[in-house]
């Protein structure tokens, strides 16, 4: 695939840019165990309780809403991710910043365009400070729809004024670039692992961001 001509790159947060351990970590670990002490379960049924209540919420909005989940669990979630060994879990894929320096460099327009609630991302720039790399930072709930949802690619057109048959969608989520194709962009660079991809879209697939750097 061909990127050196599009002008505009809106790229993924978590997965892309920053190491998706921290939040598995977190929401499948570390919640769970505030959970059992608070309630005073075993870490089983605090697991169950939590993993049911997360899995019912998968692709929704409340799923990336920390107050939502706050107000559900009677957790302070932002306070519990502010806490220094969590925030020391959150890390930067290796090369992703010289990507984000090259792109800008070449004089792209660089978007961030994340599902993560804007408490969840001010949180992550404490621990690295990103925001310089972007012309803008698009939280989703703020525009009424997650990345999952036609409506938001729509939206999100207009309110950035992006001309989608320039513009470059870097995703580790397939159902959001499934989204984004049939809202009418056509460029896709997919971060996964799966070497065989067999799909109408046809992305450009790639095990890291880094790799990118070849194709632009």
Known sequence: MELKDNKYFLIDLDGVI????????????YVPKI???LNGIPIADAINVTHTLFNYKKKTKDWYDIMYWSNMLGIDIAKEKERKDNMDKI??????????????????????????HRNTLNIKLKRFDISKHFDEMICSHELGYIKEDIQ????????????????????????NINSAYHAGL?????ISQKKN????????VLSSFDKLSSSI
Do not use: C, M
């Open 91 to 116: 890390s930067l894929n290796e090369g992703s910043l010289e990507i984000l320096e090259l792109l800008k460099r070449q004089g792209k327009k660089v978007f961030l365009i994340t599902n993560a």
């Open 35 to 37: 959970y059992a002490k």
């Open 18 to 29: 920053l190491d998706t351990k921290y939040d598995n970590y977190f929401w499948q670990e």
């Open 152 to 175: 938001f690619w729509h939206i999100l057109r207009v309110k950035l004024k992006l001309n989608y048959k320039y513009s470059v969608l870097v995703e580790d989520t397939f159902d």
């Open 186 to 190: 056509k460029n896709f660079v997919y």
């Open 197 to 204: 991809f067999n799909n109408p879209i046809s992305p450009l």
